[in-house]
């Protein structure tokens, strides 16, 4: 990816960014459906977590993340 990223801008588009909004406390963020802890933010604020699709893997266990 990083030869997609580094070309200029006007020739290529970006791919979209995936946002979710939720709400962070004591490192564990929280949306529908969607918990994922171990993050460093300590307090309670809402936030919007977004990604993109090339920085997610598919896993068989259906009880843990890694992020």
Excluded: W
């Amino acid at each position: 990816m990083e030869e997609f990223y580094g070309q200029d801008k006007a020739k290529v588009k970006c791919p979209a960014m995936n946002l979710i909004d939720g709400a962070l406390e004591n490192g564990v963020f929280r949306a529908e459906n969607i918990v994922i802890a171990g993050l460093p933010q300590q307090h309670s604020i809402r936030v919007t977590l977004g990604f993109r699709a090339e920085d997610v893997a598919l896993s068989d266990d259906q009880d843990q993340i890694s992020v």
